[in-house]
């Protein structure tokens, strides 16, 4: 099972009405799967602020948060995804040995 299977399986736990997980290992300078990036739509974020939203998604990651370098989160309820639609674009990473 890759590291974004593993990540989606965790992920699963929130209940989403959306989920993608993308490896964006590739935009950086190793390129080993180090590096994603989870949109999650979930009815449990409702009345959540964003600080709330994340600690809620890093509980539910547990110790694979560990085993990856980072996880750029978008968090959304499904009233806020029928707004916006999709989740901001990322950043090219900036330095070397991430």
Known sequence: MSMQQRIEQQLAALA??????LDESHMHSRG??????????S???????????????YATMG???GQIHALAIH?????????????????????GGH
Not at 16 to 21: A, E, G, H, K, W
Not at 75 to 95: H, L, Q, R
């Open 32 to 41: 080993q799967q180090t590096h994603y990036k989870a949109v999650i739509v």
């Open 63 to 65: 110790e694979l948060m």
């Open 16 to 21: 989403p009405q959306y989920l993608d997980v």
């Open 75 to 95: 968090t959304y309820t499904p009233e806020e995804w029928a707004k916006v639609g999709a989740a901001p674009a990322s950043p090219v990473c900036a330095g």
């Open 43 to 57: 009815e449990q974020f409702a009345g959540l602020n964003s600080v709330k939203r994340h600690q809620q998604v």
